[in-house]
């Protein structure tokens, strides 16, 4: 990975990285809080060294940045090219849910991470929800249904 981060440092190129605390989440709810994966926490849950974080997207996007540093990665930015909640099909999956996700997600890339301050480029997966995929999780994660009908409104700050 080192002479990948080294030839995008040279280039000026970002890494892209794929950001799912709701996979995080799924895979071990008795030890991981869903106010941290929704960014609802109201205080820190982690406490690190440096930082603290009160949401899982911070700390994933923060370790990201500690490997790449670990490996010479220093001057290499990331775009966050996939987050987002499903809202059907699996564990804690509901509209509610995905709707806490996107708009916290929505308002919080504006402050960056603690580790990295300033706005994140994020973009959210996905704009439609998926009805050619298997049943499941995978088929509910668009903002909006397949007849283009939002699956819960989407606010955006001024």
Known sequence: MGPILQFFANNGALLLVNVY????????????????????ASEPVVIDVQFNYSNMFDAI??????????????????????????SDGGTAT????AQTYITKLIKHVGQGTPKRPGSLETYIFAMFNENQKPAG??????????QKTPVFPIIFPK
Do not use: C, K
């Not at 605390?21 to 609802?40: C, K, Q, S, T, V």
């Not at 923060?62 to 670990?70: L, P, R, T």
């Not at 220093?74 to 996939?82: L, M, R």
């Not at 999780?137 to 397949?146: I, K, R, T």
């Open 21 to 40: 605390a709701y996979f995080a989440y799924a895979g071990d709810p008795a030890n991981i809080r869903l106010d941290y994966a929704l960014f609802a």
């Open 61 to 86: 996007v923060d370790s990201v940045y500690y490997a790449m540093e670990n490996i010479g990665g220093h001057e290499v930015g990331i775009v966050v090219s996939e987050t987002g909640w499903p």
């Open 94 to 97: 509901t509209i509610d849910n």
């Open 137 to 146: 999780v995978e088929q509910h994660w668009g903002l909006f249904y397949p």
